[in-house]
């Protein structure tokens, strides 16, 4: 229990209880599910602090949500075309939308946490996957999320002061960020602007900055540079002004020693995925190669999300 409540205590987020009037409405867990996610062998876990800051292994795992209601994720090996394993899916809750969900391996668990929005309240939800069974936990936030088209979670790990934000984009154009503050959150200001903008995932978190990587409806890709400090506006810049139109979301995973970013981005009009790999981060001058469609891996949901370690850094840019 004490390490339980330490790791998730480094994630900014808290220990997370199972109740049945602050929870949303559950569902029975599927038996003997085979999720990528629980098995620390895929590579995308880290179970220490990682000084060097960015992983060598290349595959990514992404997750999301299914009408039954359920989590389903697959590993994807970059390639062209790329190369997916799809896993089994397993029931949770019917969510709208979903944070990165990071993985924590401790002597006594391993399990994986992350946040949903259940139409316009906010949860935070723990799997546990130390059984044959997972064992989603949920925990009620609040609500006043009805706005919110778009959120996304940073979790620097490396060096004290830990910290975790969550931003959220509004259909009132604005780019809202908040604080993890025990139980809740703390709102941290707004930043207008964002109107035009449709997609966002993180691909990097620094003890100074934060950086997000935001779609636009008219296609374009941009980097958004958050700095720690309150007063600091965002820094933008372009990376390609055309060609990501489609997308409803994204998820990043960090690839090789050189800061290098796999970007997955999901059309919810075909339900299909199609996964990039992206230099570090630099403007126009950003490498960008693209892998085409995932063969064979529908997501009949509304959206994709990152899965990861809970020390896995991006550093994207």
Same mark, same amino acid.
């Given at each position: 229990?004490?390490?339980?409540?330490?790791?998730?205590? @480094?994630?900014?987020?808290?220990?997370?209880?199972?109740?049945?009037?602050?929870?949303?409405?559950?569902?029975?867990?599927?038996?003997?599910?085979?999720?990528?996610?629980?098995?620390?062998?895929?590579?995308?876990?880290?179970?220490?602090?990682?000084?060097?800051?960015?992983?060598?292994?290349?595959?990514?795992?992404?997750?999301?949500?299914?009408?039954?209601?359920?989590?389903?994720?697959?590993?994807?090996?970059?390639?062209?075309?790329?190369?997916?394993?799809?896993?089994?899916?397993?029931?949770?809750?019917?969510?709208?939308?979903?944070?990165?969900?990071?993985?924590?391996?401790?002597?006594?668990?391993?399990?994986?946490?992350?946040?949903?929005?259940?139409?316009?309240?906010?949860?935070?939800?723990?799997?546990?996957?130390?059984?044959?069974?997972?064992?989603?936990?949920?925990?009620?936030?609040?609500?006043?999320?009805?706005?919110?088209?778009?959120?996304?979670?940073?979790?620097?790990?490396?060096?004290?002061?830990?910290?975790?934000?969550?931003?959220? $984009?509004?259909?009132?154009?604005?780019?809202?960020?908040?604080?993890?503050?025990?139980?809740?959150?703390?709102?941290?200001?707004?930043?207008?602007?964002?109107?035009?903008?449709?997609?966002?995932?993180?691909?990097?978190?620094?003890?100074?900055?934060?950086? $997000? $990587?935001?779609?636009?409806?008219?296609?374009?890709?941009?980097?958004?540079?958050?700095?720690?400090?309150?007063?600091?506006?965002?820094? @933008?810049?372009?990376?390609?002004?055309?060609?990501?139109?489609?997308?409803?979301?994204?998820?990043?995973?960090?690839?090789?020693?050189?800061?290098?970013? @796999?970007?997955?981005?999901?059309?919810?009009?075909?339900?299909?995925?199609?996964?990039?790999?992206?230099?570090?981060?630099?403007?126009?001058?950003?490498?960008?190669?693209?892998?085409?469609?995932?063969?064979?891996?529908?997501?009949?949901?509304?959206?994709?999300?990152?899965?990861?370690?809970?020390?896995?850094?991006?550093?994207?840019?």
């Amino acid at each position: 229990m004490k390490l339980q409540r330490f790791a998730l205590a @480094l994630a900014g987020v808290g220990m997370l209880a199972a109740t049945a009037a602050a929870g949303p409405a559950t569902a029975a867990v599927r038996s003997d599910p085979t999720p990528a996610i629980a098995n620390p062998a895929t590579g995308n876990l880290k179970t220490t602090p990682n000084s060097k800051l960015a992983s060598a292994g290349c595959r990514q795992d992404v997750g999301f949500n299914t009408p039954t209601p359920g989590i389903n994720d697959f590993l994807v090996t970059p390639g062209k075309p790329p190369r997916p394993e799809l896993y089994a899916e397993f029931r949770f809750v019917g969510t709208r939308l979903n944070t990165t969900w990071y993985g924590v391996q401790t002597d006594a668990h391993l399990y994986y946490h992350g946040l949903f929005v259940q139409g316009g309240t906010l949860y935070r939800g723990v799997t546990y996957f130390d059984t044959d069974n997972p064992r989603p936990t949920y925990a009620r936030i609040g609500s006043g999320w009805s706005s919110f088209t778009q959120l996304v979670t940073s979790n620097y790990a490396i060096t004290a002061p830990n910290r975790s934000y969550l931003y959220g $984009l509004s259909t009132n154009g604005s780019l809202y960020r908040y604080a993890a503050s025990g139980a809740t959150f703390r709102a941290l200001g707004h930043f207008p602007g964002f109107k035009g903008f449709k997609a966002m995932t993180v691909i990097s978190e620094t003890p100074t900055y934060d950086t $997000l $990587l935001m779609t636009t409806k008219a296609g374009a890709l941009w980097t958004v540079r958050i700095p720690a400090a309150a007063s600091t506006k965002p820094i @933008l810049k372009l990376v390609r002004s055309t060609g990501f139109a489609a997308y409803e979301s994204l998820a990043a995973r960090e690839c090789g020693d050189k800061g290098g970013t @796999l970007v997955t981005g999901f059309d919810n009009d075909t339900d299909s995925v199609y996964q990039y790999a992206m230099s570090k981060f630099n403007g126009s001058k950003t490498a960008v190669t693209s892998y085409g469609r995932i063969p064979g891996a529908t997501v009949p949901g509304t959206g994709i999300f990152s899965i990861t370690g809970h020390w896995n850094q991006l550093v994207g840019e």
